[in-house]
């Protein structure tokens, strides 16, 4: 399955933003992440509330696995954004994974 076919089944393109849900698996979004560094030298995750971002991390933590066979160190840097939902202002976590 190329990077591309994971991108497709969780409804991400490759240059876009990897959104998470509570309901998203773990293993679909670390193979995306992992798929995106491998590509494009990083990724970013993005999740808006605690279920969300417990998903979104468990699949950093899964795809730095994944990195670390291919010999890619990876950190996660958190930071806050913002974004429009249905015309409302919601917070979101966004997470960008880079090589070390």
């Not at 992992?34 to 933590?61: C, L, P, T």
């Amino acid at each position: 399955m190329s990077v591309l076919d994971i991108l497709a089944a969780i409804g991400v393109s490759p240059m876009n933003v990897i959104k998470v849900s509570s309901e998203s698996r773990t293993s679909a979004v670390a193979g995306a992440v992992a798929g995106v560094v491998r590509e494009h030298g990083r990724a970013e995750v993005q999740a808006i509330g605690a279920g969300a971002v417990n998903q979104a991390v468990k699949a950093v933590a899964i795809a730095r696995g994944y990195l670390q066979e291919d010999g890619i160190e990876v950190v996660c840097l958190p930071e806050f954004t913002s974004v429009d939902i249905s015309g409302k202002e919601r917070t979101a976590i966004k997470l960008v994974v880079e090589p070390r």
